[in-house]
């Protein structure tokens, strides 16, 4: 057994006793853990209310064996989600962000950078920020991260540089990504998309981070939302092997969305 410090984000907390929970965290140092929380349901426990959903916090952990939970024996709060003081959209935007987590990475991988990327989400998500926008920019490139962004410059099946036709491109989830007109017809869904709604993708897969994107960039991004939204969800449902049930509480329409939060 080893006893390590790092910083974690609480992806989820469920009751394993009347005063313990067990919880999981992903966190910058070990990647995604589980483990229990001796007396975090005591109204006076050592945790003082640090396993709240999408909170920060530093850990104190001590790793067991693979088949037995690790033990959290501290966590001290340092930032509180407070997404749904603000706005419903918020709060679903970091519902959905803990789900796609939980989905996509795997126990004791440790990765800095999708750990620092998720950090800078949250930041804009329970703040000011564009929400909707950001996790756009936080699914891209999420999935560039963990090696799982489709095909975008040349046919995912074939291989040929010859992707577009008549203004409008051709993208196969299965398949893993644009194809051309040669294999469009032996795939079983294919979808039209816009060459934009891809060259945004390309964008925020390659971005590092959300704000130092210029802002006729997030304008243009921003007017194709709806298209975006609709082929991330395809894409990741796929990538998933299910749908994510958060999805369907996301806007389709992000001008609707603003018009009715302070997104």
């Known amino acids: 057994m080893t006893t390590q410090s790092t ?13 313990s929970l067990v919880v999981t965290l992903l966190t910058r140092d070990l990647g995604r853990i589980s483990a229990i929380a001796k007396g975090a349901r005591r109204p006076k426990g050592p945790f003082e209310g640090a396993l709240d959903l999408l909170s920060v916090c530093k850990v104190v952990v001590i790793s067991k064996n693979a088949s037995t939970l690790d033990l ?6 340092h930032r509180r989600f407070r997404g749904a003081t603000r706005s419903l959209i918020r709060l679903h935007c970091g519902y959905y ?3 796609l987590l939980r989905c996509l990475t795997e126990d004791h991988d440790p990765d800095a950078e999708v750990f620092d990327h998720t950090i800078a989400t949250l930041g804009l998500i329970d703040s000011e920020g564009p929400a909707l926008l950001a996790l756009l920019h936080f699914e891209s490139r999420l999935l560039q991260l ?5 095909v975008l410059d040349r046919c995912a099946d074939c291989g040929s540089k010859e992707i577009a036709n008549s203004g409008r491109m051709f993208f196969e989830s299965a398949t893993g990504g644009v194809v051309c007109m040669a294999c469009r017809s032996r795939q079983p869904s294919v979808v039209s998309i816009s060459p934009a709604v891809l060259g945004h993708l390309a964008t925020l897969v390659a971005a590092k981070r959300f704000v130092e994107l210029p802002q006729d960039v997030v304008s243009t991004i921003r007017a194709d939302y709806s298209e975006f939204r609709s082929l991330l969800n395809r894409y990741l449902q796929h990538v998933c092997g299910r749908s994510l049930r958060m999805i369907e509480l996301l806007p389709t329409q992000v001008k609707d969305a603003e018009a009715n939060s302070k997104e």
């Open 146 to 150: 963990l090696g799982l962004a489709p």
């Open 7 to 19: 910083t974690a984000i609480v992806l989820r907390s469920v009751e394993f006793s009347e005063t």
């Open 97 to 99: 962000l803990v789900e």
């Open 72 to 77: 959290l024996t501290e966590a001290k709060l």
